[in-house]
């Protein structure tokens, strides 16, 4: 019993939600799945209290599926549990009692008393069932209360919070995280794990196809507005099980399965020089934030017949350039342009689409828990009120308290008292 007294303290809870939200924001502000290199280069080591053996060592590169990040979630939902039948249980059991205040003295705790004439009392009882108190009458005692369901909001709080940890954990445990680029037309299994958890699957007999990919552009200014994917995803056998067009904000969901459209790209230039050819692009982040994808090609016999080709994106021209980085031309897909005496025809481009697959069994009981403790905070705004009316041969004293709203509860009397 100590030990869930202990574990209830209020104030252990508070430091354990603090704990809690601020490693939550390190884990926000700090990249976390990173691979070592990437903690070296940013994080290094004459840095004197945050340098990259610190962020390993202390498990700051995986932060939420750390075991002190687990420890903390538990010990938490401990304290929460604890608290919830050491302190919120039994107070919700007082408020249901029912008891009767039989002299003066009792009444002359209250900082609100009031007395009024005998002949009002069947009036006020009358009054006090008409705005919802529940009363119980013992000869010339009578209690009288309201609002019971306030006081089951600290409790249904403590159920949310449990069941969003709960949820949290799950989803560690068992859930993962898939990244893939993968150009229009082809087919892939998941591949690209970035997140596991310890106990995580992830399905290798599901197949997603990308039908079709494309772009909607910001109406007279040159840049994505949207970029749309296509996508079904099929058994193992080719059967589609379910398809859907996707875009941000917009995902696929099937089963335990999410698909999110995150990113795109463009993997290939096609240019046909007697025979068709594909040539990879690379692409490199300018300093202004734009994309730029480029790709170079032996075009003819001589030394200098290397030629670069550039683009920015789905809706711009190729640019081509020399040896020496002299822009020669821009075509658009289907125009054929010569270079060192060769025909070449910009045949087509392949664009890829960027998705995020993702597996998060415990998000169900989140999105419970959240639910729940949007519902308590309305509930809590209910006051739990209580009246005591004490009946003399010459007075009647009325008495009451409440858990909120002291000067609207004693307002609601005093009008009763007027009527």
């Not at 809870?13 to 940013?42: M, R, V």
């Not at 068709?276 to 170079?296: A, C, D, Y």
């Not at 550039?310 to 031309?329: K, V």
Request: net charge neutral.
């Amino acid at each position: 019993m100590k030990l869930f007294r202990l574990l209830g303290n209020l104030n252990l809870a508070i430091i354990l939600l603090l704990l809690i939200a601020f490693f939550s924001i390190i884990g926000t502000i700090l990249e976390q799945n990173q691979p070592s290199d990437f903690y070296q280069l940013n994080y290094p080591i004459n840095f004197p209290f945050f340098n990259w053996k610190i962020l390993l060592f202390f498990g700051l590169d995986h932060i939420y599926s750390s075991w002190w990040f687990f420890f903390l979630l538990v010990f938490f939902g401990s304290s929460l549990i604890s608290c919830t039948f050491v302190r919120q249980i039994p107070i919700l059991k007082v408020g249901q009692r029912w008891f009767f205040y039989k002299d003066l003295k009792q009444f002359q705790r209250f900082s609100f008393t009031k007395t009024f004439s005998p002949s009002k009392y069947y009036s006020l009882i009358f009054d006090l069932n008409q705005v919802n108190y529940s009363i119980l009458q013992q000869g010339k005692r009578v209690y009288a209360n309201k609002g019971l369901l306030g006081r089951v909001s600290p409790i249904i709080v403590h159920f949310s919070l449990l069941l969003i940890l709960m949820g949290s954990l799950i989803g560690s445990v068992f859930g993962f995280v898939d990244q893939e680029l993968i150009p229009k037309g082809e087919v892939f299994h998941f591949q690209n794990t970035i997140e596991n958890g310890v106990f995580s699957y992830v399905p290798q007999d599901v197949v997603v196809r990308i039908n079709n990919f494309w772009f909607k552009y910001k109406v007279n200014e040159n840049r994505v507005d949207q970029f749309y994917s296509d996508i079904s995803i099929l058994n193992s056998f080719g059967d589609e099980l379910s398809t859907k067009v996707i875009y941000v904000n917009q995902p696929l969901v099937y089963k335990q399965l999410t698909l999110y459209q995150t990113d795109w790209s463009i993997s290939a230039l096609r240019l046909k020089i007697n025979n068709s050819i594909q040539l990879p692009f690379k692409n490199v982040l300018l300093p202004n934030g734009n994309k730029v994808w480029f790709t170079t090609c032996r075009i003819g016999l001589n030394s200098d017949s290397i030629f670069s080709f550039t683009f920015q994106n789905l809706d711009n021209e190729l640019s081509y350039y020399n040896s020496d980085g002299i822009l020669l031309g821009q075509v658009k897909i289907g125009d054929t342009f010569s270079l060192n005496n060769t025909q070449v025809e910009f045949f087509d481009l392949v664009d890829s689409t960027g998705l995020q697959i993702k597996s998060d069994p415990g998000i169900i009981f989140v999105y419970i828990g959240f639910t729940l403790l949007i519902i308590s905070i309305f509930i809590s705004y209910i006051s739990h009120s209580q009246v005591w009316v004490l009946k003399t041969f010459s007075n009647i004293y009325l008495t009451g308290i409440t858990n909120r709203s002291q000067v609207f509860f004693e307002r609601e009397l005093i009008d009763l008292l007027d009527k």
